[in-house]
């Protein structure tokens, strides 16, 4: 397979995809000012390499919540594989595992969690157990937030993922203008079966799995938080964190890690670059709680940069997907092999033996002049 990096993927996948659902996977919010600014803030971030340190090659691999990582990379949660590649999230959980990637399962697939899980597990090197987390949207039925966190600790999840970035649901004007607002026929939200949505009852459950039936609902408080923390053992995990403040108040509700983001430029346009407030948060949470960054993470230097920054560990959202559409559970994996083989490179060239050798010193501004 001929790709030379991840833009050529994206390529690769605007070319097969129906043009409505490439605008789905690539759109953001209004202006998509944030999109273009998550990309763009990496490149003003310079590298300095240090030299003759006899570092050897580096070890990438690293540990997460006690996860076990063999870089650090994970696969952010993104809806709807199935209009991306038929095989969908299976092919995405196999290519994850294979590679000892944790996959951050959206409740939003198009395959239900048990089978990702299963595809999981039959994909992990020498029987590991593979590294899957599930993203939650906290519904305001707790009944049924309740039911889908059993069925993630069942099926073998170990986090729980809540975005806490989305009381409603960003203005997608390319959506809009497609007149895309369902899934096409055929392909449902595998999760949501079962969930009696607004509108939908007099269908008595059976025609469920609608995405409509999700409710981003601005009632959601931390006392949802708190709620959860008592109703699983599993690690929190706050995405959608870029408030200092909102980072320190996660810490004292008991939080056990945030992941940086700003879902993509999908929900708030004009919110600034996740690597831009990185150190903000890193500063607010003083090393108590790892910190995750997603947003625009699309070169080895990129995961780089986000490490120096305070982060343990970094995540790809749209990457993925382009991988998917464009060759399935081979596409993704090679967008992980590409990612991989450029931070062995890049931490070799700036002299890190591993992740964790990765300081603030490398870090300049592009613009010179330098101090
Ligand atoms: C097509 C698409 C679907 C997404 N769906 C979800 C979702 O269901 N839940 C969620 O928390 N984030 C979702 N996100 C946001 C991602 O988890 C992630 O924050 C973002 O894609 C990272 O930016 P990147 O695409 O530049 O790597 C989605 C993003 C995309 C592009
Ligand atoms: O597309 C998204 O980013 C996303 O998170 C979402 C939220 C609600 C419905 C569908 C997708």
Redesign the pocket.
């Known amino acids: 397979m001929d790709y030379a990096n991840v833009r050529s993927l994206e390529e690769a996948a605007r070319a097969v995809l129906d043009p409505v659902h490439y605008d789905?996977?690539a759109g953001g919010a209004q202006d998509e000012i944030t999109v273009a600014a998550?990309e763009a803030a990496f490149a003003r971030i310079g590298l300095v390499p240090r030299i003759l340190r006899g570092a050897a090659r580096p070890r990438l691999g690293t540990t997460v919540l006690g996860a076990e990582m063999s870089m650090p990379v994970m696969l952010?949660?993104?809806?709807?594989h199935k209009l991306a590649h038929p095989e969908a999230e299976r092919a995405t959980a196999r290519a994850a595992a294979a590679a000892g990637v944790t996959m951050i399962s959206?409740?939003?697939s198009t395959v239900a969690i048990e089978d990702i899980a299963a595809e999981a597990r039959k994909a992990a090197p020498g029987g590991a157990e593979p590294s899957l987390w599930f993203?939650l949207y906290v519904q305001p039925d707790l009944g049924f937030t309740e039911a889908i966190v059993r069925r993630a600790e069942a099926a073998g999840c170990r986090a729980l993922v809540v975005?806490v970035d989305s009381p409603a649901l960003g203005r997608h004007e390319r959506n809009d203008r497609n007149d895309f607002h369902d899934l096409p026929p055929g392909m449902r939200c595998e999760n949501l079966r079962e969930l009696p949505g607004e509108g939908l009852r007099d269908l008595g459950g059976r025609d469920s799995g609608h995405v409509r039936q999700v409710v981003l609902s601005p009632e959601i408080s931390w006392d949802h938080i708190a709620w959860l923390r008592q109703i699983s053992d599993l690690p929190i995990v706050l995405?959608g964190v870029l408030h200092p403040r909102d980072a320190r108040l996660a810490v004292e509700n008991g939080v056990d890690a945030l992941l940086v983001?700003n879902?993509?430029g999908?929900q708030l346009d004009t919110t600034p670059a996740t690597i831009d407030r990185l150190p903000i948060i890193a500063e607010a949470v003083q090393g108590q709680v790892p910190l995750l960054l997603?947003?625009?993470?699309r070169r080895g230097t990129d995961v780089i940069k986000a490490l120096a920054l305070g982060a343990t560990a970094t995540a790809?959202?749209?990457?993925a997907?382009w991988g998917l559409a464009a060759a399935g559970e081979a596409g993704v994996a090679r967008v992980l092999d590409l990612l991989r083989n450029e931070l062995d490179n890049a931490l070799t060239l700036c002299g890190c033996a591993s992740p964790q050798d990765v300081t603030a010193e490398l870090l300049t501004t592009m613009e010179g002049p330098h101090q």
């Not at 952010?76 to 709807?80: E, L, Q």
């Not at 997603?294 to 993470?297: A, I, L, P, Q, R």
């Not at 790809?316 to 990457?319: E, K, L, Q, Y």
């Open positions: 789905y996977f998550n952010s949660p993104t809806a709807f959206a409740m939003l993203q975005t995405k983001s879902h993509g999908r997603d947003g625009g993470v790809i959202g749209r990457p997907v």
